[in-house]
C-alpha cells in the first residue's frame, strides 16, 4: 500500500480504524502506527471487503470512518464509538443500524 513514506503492506486484522478527508484516508493500527494514504475511503473500503479477515469485523460506521469492532466502547446513544487510542468517531445513523447488527447483547 503506497503511503507518504514509502510502500508498506498492512494486515487488515491490524487496523484500529480508518479515518478519511477528501482524498486521505489515516489508518490507524492496532500498534499505534498511523499510516496516510492517498485513496477515498469508499475504495479503501472496497478493497477491504476483497481482503480475507478472520477475527475482527471491519465495518463504516460513517461516511468518514471504518472501524475494527474490538476494543471499543460507545456512549449511551450510540452516536459515538471511543477506540483503543483514545479517539472518538462519530456514527450516523446508517452506521449505527449497521453497528447494532454486529453487537452481541450480553
Known sequence: ?????????????????????????KIVTTNGIVYTVRITLKNLEAILITMPVKDVVILRIHKSHIIALRDIR????????QCKDGAVLEISSEGRGKLLQHLVIL
Open 1 to 25: 500500500m503506497p503511503y507518504k513514506d514509502g510502500l508498506t503492506s498492512l494486515d487488515p486484522e491490524d487496523i484500529c480504524y480508518i479515518s478519511a478527508a477528501d482524498n486521505y484516508c
Open 74 to 81: 460507545l456512549n449511551k446513544q450510540i452516536t459515538r464509538v
